[in-house]
T-cell receptor
Framework: QKEVEQNSGPLSVPEGAIASLNCTYSDRGSQSFFWYRQYSGKSPELIMSIYSNGDKEDGRFTAQLNKASQYVSLLIRDSQPSDSATYLCAVTGYGGSQGNLIFGKGTKLSVKP | NAGVTQTPKFQVLKTGQSMTLQCAQD?????MYWYRQDPGMGLRLIYY???????DKGEVPNGYNVSRLNKREFSLRLESAAPSQTSVYFC????????????FGSGTRLTVV
């Protein structure tokens, strides 16, 4: 059973702080890794993708991947109240289900002004 | 560019009624997916279609049927709705391997009474 695990939170950080969101996955064959942001009552929105070990930065967001440890993280610098949402980690399988994403249950982030 | 369009946005059904959720994408994506999202359960794959003319079961297919009508459209049918099917349903689409992530529709909030 392929699994993606996230701390459900809520994770509460003050405005301007760094929010750190973590995710572990069980399938060593996973090739692609994604972070989605989902505001309450809305659909998931892709914010970051990462495919190789190391860091990938995009504005205030940094995704980190460690395939040996089967660990993915998302850092949000200078957190804003508008970042308050649920963050979903997703990874692809391999072989026949290569294109299918497996989602974690999400971490709820609250940024306090 | 509309992306992924789902209809309807809201629906209330009585137990035993049937309905079809419609999904269309205009991104020329090969793969399309239907997910349901329940509190505490995360996103769970119901059915997917890797390409026009093919459909496969996901994690929770019981009680549902799908039709990949053409490359653009992928519908989800509930033949005899049950209260356990009360959920938010999301359609998504992606390129051939899903390696670029999914684009989600805005969702259908379904209540079965």
């Amino acid at each position: 059973q392929k699994e993606v695990e996230q701390n459900s939170g809520p994770l509460s950080v003050p405005e301007g702080a760094i929010a750190s969101l973590n995710c572990t996955y069980s399938d060593r064959g996973s090739q692609s890794f994604f972070w989605y942001r989902q505001y309450s009552g809305k659909s998931p929105e892709l914010i970051m993708s990462i495919y190789s070990n190391g860091d990938k930065e995009d504005g205030r967001f940094t995704a980190q991947l460690n395939k040996a440890s089967q660990y993915v993280s998302l850092l949000i610098r200078d957190s804003q109240p508008s970042d308050s949402a649920t963050y979903l980690c997703a990874v692809t399988g391999y072989g026949g289900s290569q294109g299918n994403l497996i989602f974690g249950k999400g971490t709820k982030l609250s940024v306090k002004p | 560019n509309a992306g992924v369009t789902q209809t309807p946005k809201f629906q209330v059904l009585k137990t035993g009624q049937s309905m079809t959720l419609q999904c269309a994408q205009d991104m020329n994506h090969n793969s399309m997916y239907w997910y349901r999202q329940d509190p505490g359960m995360g996103l769970r794959l119901i059915y997917y279609s890797a390409s026009e003319g093919t459909t496969d079961k996901g994690e929770v297919p019981n009680g549902y049927n799908v039709s990949r009508l053409n490359k653009r459209e992928f519908s989800l049918r509930l033949e005899s709705a049950a209260p356990s099917q009360t959920s938010v349903y999301f359609c998504a689409s992606s390129g051939p391997t899903g390696g670029s992530g999914y684009t989600f529709g805005s969702g259908t909030r379904l209540t079965v009474v």
